[in-house]
Structure formats: structure tokens, C-alpha cells
């Protein structure tokens, strides 16, 4: 008989270990979840299915980044869009 906890891990979502992040589209923060990354590109996760554009800007830990959206595909979990991530702007420093 199996073990009443690990039954329930079977039935039970958990929570995303990756790390989180904004999209700002104007005055608008979408938040999305980054499923990688490194210095000049992003792969994010997004849960809204519209209005984002091919130019964004791209916000992770205070770190504020000019972005264009290089592919997007649509998924049973969300909008995953690839940035190309443009230099970098410290918004701590502003």
C-alpha cells in the first residue's frame, strides 16, 4: 500500500521554482515567469495571451532592459516568448 503522502504529490501542482519577472507594456506590468536566460536573450512564460508587442521592456531584479520579442508560441501553460535582450540599464541607479 502506498504511502498517503506520496499519493497526494501525485494529485498536487507545485509551485514553479523559476524565477520571476515583469514585461512592462506602457504603464502595464504583465509578470512572467523566465524559464531561462542569459546576457542577450530570455526565454519567459506569460499566462495573458494578448497585446503584447514586438518591442517590450523587459524588468528582472531591478534590472531594467529594452527587449524584442523574436519568436512567441502559445502553449497549454501560457505565452512563451524568446527576447532578444538589447544593453543594459541599471534602474537602481536612476
Known amino acids: 500500500m502506498e504511502d498517503i503522502r506520496s499519493m497526494a504529490n501525485k494529485h498536487f501542482v507545485h509551485a514553479s521554482t523559476h524565477p520571476t519577472a ?3 507594456l ?8 523566465v524559464l531561462s ?4 536573450t530570455a526565454h519567459v512564460r506569460v499566462l495573458t495571451t494578448g497585446g503584447i508587442s514586438e518591442h517590450i521592456t523587459f524588468v528582472r531584479d531591478g534590472e531594467v532592459r529594452r527587449a524584442r520579442v ?25
Not at 536566460?37 to 542577450?40: D, K, M
Open 26 to 33: 506602457g504603464s502595464f506590468d504583465v509578470p512572467c515567469t
Open 22 to 24: 515583469t514585461i512592462r
Open 70 to 94: 523574436a519568436l512567441r508560441k502559445q502553449g497549454p501553460l501560457g505565452l512563451d516568448l524568446w527576447l532578444d535582450l538589447q544593453a543594459s540599464q541599471d534602474a537602481r541607479a536612476a
Open 37 to 40: 536566460s542569459t546576457e542577450a
